[in-house]
Nanobody, 120 residues
Framework: QVELVESGGGLVRPGGSLRLSCAAS????????MGWYRQAPGKRRELVAH???????KYLDSVKGRFTISRDNAKNTLSLDMSSLKPEDTAVYFC??????????????WGQGTQVTVSS
């Protein structure tokens, strides 16, 4: 079983920065891929970024150059550094643990989510 707890969400002005963190527990973390999804009101959930156990990353086109995903395998933590935030980044962000096959990420475990609101 894997438990995920997110933190770091909040209200930020357009152009600002925010760091999301996720504390994970479970026995498979060292070999699993991890990722961040988001879901805005009335919109489909989308994969923002994911990272393999070896550190390979992939990003949603709209966040490339602005968001950075990272993980600390020793501490079982996942982070998402977000900068140059836009109102369209407003969403609930979910930390996930899953697997990557042929470059495609699929989440198996989900955190409760943390709200990010970008507004002036």
């Amino acid at each position: 079983q894997v438990e995920l707890v997110e933190s770091g969400g909040g209200l930020v002005r357009p152009g600002g920065s925010l760091r999301l963190s996720c504390a994970a527990s479970g026995s498979i973390l060292s070999i699993a891929a991890m990722g961040w999804y988001r879901q805005a009101p009335g919109k489909r959930r989308e994969l923002v970024a994911h990272i393999t156990s070896g550190g390979t990353t992939k990003y949603l086109d709209s966040v490339k150059g602005r968001f950075t995903i990272s993980r600390d395998n020793a501490k079982n933590t996942l982070s998402l550094d977000m900068s140059s935030l836009k109102p369209e980044d407003t969403a609930v962000y979910f930390c996930t643990v899953g697997s990557e096959v042929y470059g495609l990420y699929d989440a198996d475990y989900w955190g409760q989510g943390t709200q990010v609101t970008v507004s002036s």
